[in-house]
């Protein structure tokens, strides 16, 4: 018998990390557009985060912003008790947010840099899990999506801050994985190549570049594309699948068995 398969995270509480940001706006969008109530986390660009919160309350969905610095624990659990107070509990955790910096040469590179990507990539993920997988074994369900890169496969040069924090977010998402499986909590990540985004759009897609001419598919992916596999990760359909890392790069990247 065929039946039509379908996301839906109605009744679901969702909650993203750097909300604001390119890839965050799209994931928010279509989250909500799934059925979920959104927690809308930014850092700096408030106007951003509200303008946002009336998109999705426009859908019927209830939301909320909140503000915190990903890598301060103690700003962590107070968005955790903010969440509580308007929510209630968090079924899904996405993390998004990542600190910006000038990638250079290893011998270059400032070693403030590497402490950031540690703490953006690495802490804000236990921080998370700390303040929202606790509720989740009590109710013996939750999703925990982390957005990695393809570049923690490619460890090409200039890339030794990113590829290190993510490296190591990887190896923590996959230790959760196995911590948190019994409690039929999900852990899995999401790894885009260089992705189009509305910023692109703005300035004009050239597909003849280089990167995306070395892609099998032979284009980059969308905003749209990542947000639509974490939609999946995020539901039923996906409720057997934990501890993954999978890339949504048209093939860039390929792990290997």
């Known amino acids: ?8 995270l109605s009744n ?25 109530n959104i927690v809308l986390h930014y850092n700096n660009n408030e106007a ?15 939301a909320m912003i909140v503000q915190a610095d990903v890598t301060n624990e103690q700003q962590m659990n107070e968005m955790k008790a903010a969440v509580a107070e308007e929510l209630g509990h968090v079924d899904i955790v996405v993390a998004n947010a990542v600190i910006q910096y000038q990638w250079t040469s290893i011998l270059e590179q400032p070693i403030a840099d590497y402490v950031s990507q540690f703490e953006s990539c690495v802490l804000q993920s236990v921080f998370l899990a700390k303040a929202f997988v606790p509720a989740m074994i009590e109710r013996k369900a939750g999703r925990v999506i982390g957005i990695n890169t393809e570049c ?9 801050a990113y590829t290190a924090g993510k490296r190591g977010m990887d190896g ?8 948190a499986g019994e409690h039929q909590i999900t852990v899995n990540q999401v790894a885009p190549g260089w992705t189009i985004s509305d910023r692109d759009r703005a300035s004009g897609i050239d597909e003849n570049n280089p990167y995306a001419q070395s892609v099998p598919l032979k284009r980059r992916g969308t905003d749209q594309e990542i947000a639509n596999t ?15 890392y999978i890339p949504v790069n048209g093939g860039n990247v390929m792990p290997a068995i």
């Open 1 to 8: 018998m065929n039946q039509t398969m379908q996301i839906d």
């Open 12 to 36: 679901k509480t969702a909650l993203i990390t750097g909300a604001t940001g390119d890839l965050g706006r799209v994931m928010a969008r279509t989250l909500a557009g799934c059925g979920a």
């Open 48 to 62: 951003k985060a509200r303008e946002l919160m009336q998109e999705i309350t426009n859908l019927g969905r209830r």
């Open 152 to 160: 923690a496969m490619q460890n090409f040069p200039n890339q030794s």
């Open 172 to 179: 923590l998402y996959r230790v959760l994985a196995k911590e």
């Open 230 to 244: 974490v939609a999946f990760l995020a539901s039923d359909l996906a409720s057997f699948i934990t501890g993954a």
